[in-house]
C-alpha cells in the first residue's frame, strides 16, 4: 500500500508539489489575516459552558462548526474532534485521545484523498476563522514542508480521479444480480454503471495492475479501439474488444450481451 512518508515518496512528489503549491495554496491564502491559533488556545472552543465558541480543525485550518452543534458539542457524537486538529480520526475512525491527533504521516493515498473530500466539506458548509500553529502551518501562518507533501498528493489524486473516470467511460461497470434459486447474471444496457452511452456493450473481466481480482467491464464491440491514434484509417472493427487487459467468461458467448451462471 502506498503511504505517505519515506523518503522516497517525497523524491518521487518534489514536481508534484510545485504544481500543488500553485493549485492548493491559491486556496489556502486567499484570506489574509486568519486567526492564528496554538493547539492550548484552541482546546478551549470545545462548546462547553463558558467556552468562547465551537471550533474544529483539519490540515491546521480552523472552522466554525456552531452551526452543526448537535455533532459536536460536549457528549454529542463527535466531541471529540472540536477543540483539536484529529484530521487522522477522520479516516481511521478511532476517536480514542490517541487517535485525535493531526499526525497523517502514515497514511494511505486513498486515506488523504479522504481527507481533502472532508476538507471540501467543510469549506462549504463552515466558515474558516483561522489556522492552527504546528503541523501544518508555521507561526507565519504559511504551510509547513508536512502540508506541502499532504497537498502533492492530493494534486495527484485529482489527475488519478480524472483517469478512473476516463476508464470508466470507456470500460462502464456491469450490471449484476444473483438470487438463491437462479444463481448470479451479469448484462450491459446502454445505461450500466451510470454512464450513459449510444453503444451496449458485452460483458468482459478487467483485470487492472495491482487488484485481486477482475471486474467487470461493458465493452464496445463496433468501431476503432478508444486507445487508436485520431486520423488513422486501418482498424479491426471490434471495438476495445482485443485490449490486452480484458478477459472472457467461461461458458459465455463471446458477443453476448448478458452472461449467466446458474447454481
Known amino acids: 500500500m502506498r503511504r505517505l512518508g519515506g523518503r522516497g515518496l517525497l523524491l518521487g512528489l518534489a514536481a508534484?508539489?510545485?504544481?500543488?503549491a500553485a493549485r492548493w495554496l491559491g486556496w489556502w491564502s486567499?484570506?489574509?489575516?486568519?486567526?492564528?491559533?496554538?493547539?492550548?488556545e484552541l482546546a478551549r472552543y470545545r462548546g462547553g459552558p463558558g467556552a468562547p465558541g465551537l471550533y474544529l480543525a483539519l490540515l491546521g485550518r480552523v472552522y466554525d462548526v456552531s452551526p452543526g452543534r448537535r455533532h459536536y458539542e460536549?457528549?454529542?457524537?463527535?466531541?471529540?474532534?472540536a477543540g483539536r486538529d484529529a484530521s487522522r480520526a477522520f479516516v481511521t475512525g478511532d476517536y480514542s485521545e490517541a487517535g485525535l491527533v493531526d499526525d497523517v504521516s502514515d497514511l494511505s493515498f486513498s486515506e488523504v484523498l479522504t481527507l481533502q473530500n472532508w476538507l471540501s466539506f467543510y469549506e462549504k458548509n463552515y466558515e474558516l476563522v483561522?489556522?492552527?500553529?504546528?503541523?501544518?502551518?508555521?507561526?507565519?501562518?504559511?504551510?509547513?514542508?508536512?502540508?506541502?507533501r499532504?497537498?502533492?498528493?492530493?494534486?495527484?489524486?485529482?489527475?488519478a480521479g480524472q483517469r478512473a473516470l476516463q476508464e470508466k467511460q470507456k470500460f462502464p461497470p456491469c450490471n449484476a444480480e444473483w438470487s438463491?434459486?437462479?444463481?448470479?447474471?451479469?448484462w450491459c444496457s446502454t445505461e450500466s454503471g451510470g454512464v450513459s452511452r449510444d453503444w451496449v456493450g458485452v460483458p468482459r473481466k478487467l483485470y487492472r495492475p495491482g487488484a485481486k481480482e477482475p471486474h467487470?467491464?461493458?465493452?464496445r464491440t463496433t468501431g476503432p479501439p478508444s486507445d487508436q491514434a485520431p486520423g488513422l484509417a486501418a482498424h479491426t472493427n471490434r471495438g476495445d474488444l482485443d485490449n490486452p487487459g480484458l478477459g472472457e467468461y467461461a461458458g459465455c458467448p463471446p458477443l453476448a450481451v448478458t452472461c449467466s451462471f446458474p447454481l
Do not use: N, W
Not at 508534484?16 to 500543488?20: G, L, T
Not at 460536549?74 to 466531541?79: I, L
Not at 499532504?150 to 489527475?159: D, F, H, K, P, R
Open 30 to 40: 486567499d484570506r489574509a489575516g486568519l486567526r492564528l491559533f496554538v493547539p492550548e
Open 74 to 81: 460536549p457528549g454529542a457524537h463527535y466531541s471529540g474532534f
Open 16 to 20: 508534484a508539489a510545485a504544481a500543488a
Open 150 to 159: 499532504v497537498e502533492a498528493v492530493m494534486a495527484q489524486g485529482a489527475e
Open 130 to 148: 483561522g489556522r492552527v500553529i504546528g503541523r501544518f502551518y508555521g507561526e507565519d501562518g504559511l504551510p509547513t514542508p508536512t502540508l506541502t
Open 216 to 219: 467487470c467491464v461493458c465493452v
Open 180 to 186: 438463491s434459486g437462479r444463481g448470479s447474471r451479469l
